[in-house]
């Protein structure tokens, strides 16, 4: 049985002192949640103030993005030891933002991929389809092509600490989320492109959704055995919205 991960993901949103009273009031909402594995994801600057309260928490930290090389001369990007240094688990690529605004790869994001895992961060690889995508018919090809295209040499033993998010660009930031049902019949796809990849490890990787995910809609997601959780933007800003998808999720996991 997987386990249900949420993760919120800041963006470029809030101040080390902002990060700071957020987690803070998150780790006191959260303290009797169990059977969920939580993260939140702030900008890198914040790392630092939100690694100092969460320290001792069960809150996990992720990074929003990666540099797929050690070091070097690679001005305003960040490196998987720097991230480490900072108690940071999980790291956000291939995010649809990064992709469309900064024109990321789908080569660069396996690099980050493959960087990530070599060095015991765990990947977030969101993927996702557009509007126009959805509309001819072209979700599942799109997925499959990233999912395969991140996942591009990655040996199969590292690959149960990979999450895929799946994230469709129309529902992002939009309020209109993807329907559970139709969420799921694309985890699902997603999950057989695992199986070619790697047979049996589509039981193991977690598969999230995300997408105008809410309180009030978190527990439609998480009714559907393909979807392990979510990756939550606008809603994670807020200790007590934040907090509210955390507990909906463990409600319904615990009546199954
Ligand atoms: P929203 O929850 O604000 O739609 O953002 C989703 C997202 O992009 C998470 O990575």
């Known amino acids: 049985m997987r386990k249900p991960f949420i993760a919120g993901n800041w963006k470029m949103n809030k ?24 993260a939140v994801c702030p900008p890198a600057v914040d790392l630092d ?43 956000i690529l291939g995010h649809s933002e990064r992709r469309e605004i900064f024109k990321e790869t789908d080569q660069e994001v396996n690099r980050k991929v493959q960087k990530a895992l070599k060095e015991n961060l765990k990947p977030i690889i969101c993927v996702g389809e557009t509007l126009e995508e959805r509309e001819n018919g072209k979700t599942r090809e799109k997925v499959s092509f990233q999912v395969k295209a991140a996942l591009a040499g990655v040996d199969s033993s590292p690959l149960t600490d990979v999450t895929i998010a799946y994230e ?4 992002i930031g939009t309020g209109e989320s993807a329907s559970a049902g139709d969420a ?3 985890i699902a796809a997603i999950r057989e492109v ?60 615990q009546n199954h």
């Open 194 to 253: 695992i199986a070619e990849i790697a047979p049996g490890k589509e039981e193991e990787i977690r598969v999230q959704y995300g997408g105008s995910v809410k309180p009030h809609n978190i527990a439609e997601f998480m009714a559907e055995d393909q979807i392990d959780g979510a990756l939550v933007g606008g809603a994670s800003l807020e200790a007590e919205s934040f907090a509210g998808v955390i507990k909906k999720c463990q409600k319904e996991e």
């Open 168 to 171: 469709p660009l129309w529902a």
């Open 184 to 186: 799921a019949e694309t």
């Open 49 to 91: 103030a939100v690694q100092e309260v969460l320290a001792d928490s069960e809150i996990s930290r992720g990074a929003q993005n990666m540099h797929w090389e050690s070091s070097g001369a690679f001005t305003g990007e960040i490196s998987a030891a720097m991230l480490q240094e900072l108690g940071v688990e999980y790291v």
């Open 15 to 38: 101040t080390p002192a902002e990060a700071r009273e957020m987690v803070e009031n998150l780790k006191e909402l959260v303290t009797d949640v169990e059977g969920v594995d939580m």
